[in-house]
């Protein structure tokens, strides 16, 4: 398949997985998220960054859907790929592909779907309160319930008629973000990495919370 071809030319190694990971993190360079250093060191035994500054120990992982991961980062990476390049992926099929267990696979495409939510919600509408159904216009209304008959459809498709109500509302998420990154799977996989850092994090990250203390040589000229 074409698209796996892809990923091997993306992604080679562990060292290829780490190197995106930081790229997609810290696009200007690593920043310290307690003090805003810049300055740092790696801890290769580990692969942890220890701030110049203060000393506080970061993972390339931490913070992200993959907090806290014991799988290799490529194991992520494949999943990552194959739910954001478009195709259905189902537990059972990652398992088969990747040699893990049923349970681990549920749960790493649970994360998954979970970034995809955090992804597509937006923060800063969290004030507007939904309409109740009897108010709403029935222009909007007949929306919806094309989107909910067009959801309904997919999960059908992809998943069979026996969902439970819980994982419903996943594959709901699921639909959502498939419908909207559908054209683009490389913006899609770095939405994915992102969105499940939370916002003061990634404020933090990139110098905004803080002032970002100059270098002397600006000072003295
Ligand atoms: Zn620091």
């Given at each position: ?5 892809k990923?091997m030319?993306?992604?080679?190694d ?14 200007r360079?690593?920043?310290c998220?307690?003090c805003g250093e810049?300055?740092?060191c790696l801890?290769k035994?580990?692969?942890v ?14 913070n992200?859907l993959?907090?806290?991961t ?6 992520w990476?494949?999943?990552?790929y ?11 099929k990652?398992?088969?592909t ?6 681990t696979?549920d749960?790493?495409?649970r ?35 094309l989107?909910?008959?067009k ?8 998943y ?8 419903r509302l996943y594959?709901?998420y ?12 490389i ?13 003061i994090?990634?404020l933090?990250?990139y110098?905004?919370?803080r ?10 000229t």
């Open positions: 398949m074409a698209s796996i071809r990923f030319a993306l992604f080679p562990e060292q290829a997985c780490r190197d995106y990971l930081f790229a997609a993190r810290w696009p360079g690593f920043i998220t307690k810049m300055r740092y801890i035994t580990r692969n960054y220890e701030c110049a500054n203060c000393k506080t120990q970061t993972s390339i992982t931490s992200t993959m907090h806290r014991k799988l290799p980062l490529r194991y990476m494949v999943a990552l194959w739910v954001a390049s478009g195709f259905p992926c189902s537990a059972r990652l398992a088969r990747l040699r893990i267990q049923q349970r696979a749960r790493l495409l994360k998954i779907r979970l970034a995809m939510h955090k992804s597509e919600r937006i923060p800063m509408l969290d004030f507007w309160r939904r309409e109740k159904r009897s108010e709403q216009l029935p222009i909007v209304r007949r929306a919806m319930l989107m909910y008959r959801a309904r459809a997919f999960i059908r498709k992809y069979g008629k026996r969902v439970s109500k819980w994982n594959y709901y699921e639909y959502r973000f498939r419908s909207s990154n559908d054209c683009n799977p913006a899609a996989l770095s939405k994915l990495i992102l969105s499940a850092c939370t916002t994090y990634t933090n990250e110098g905004m919370l002032e970002r203390r100059l270098p002397t040589s600006s000072i003295t």
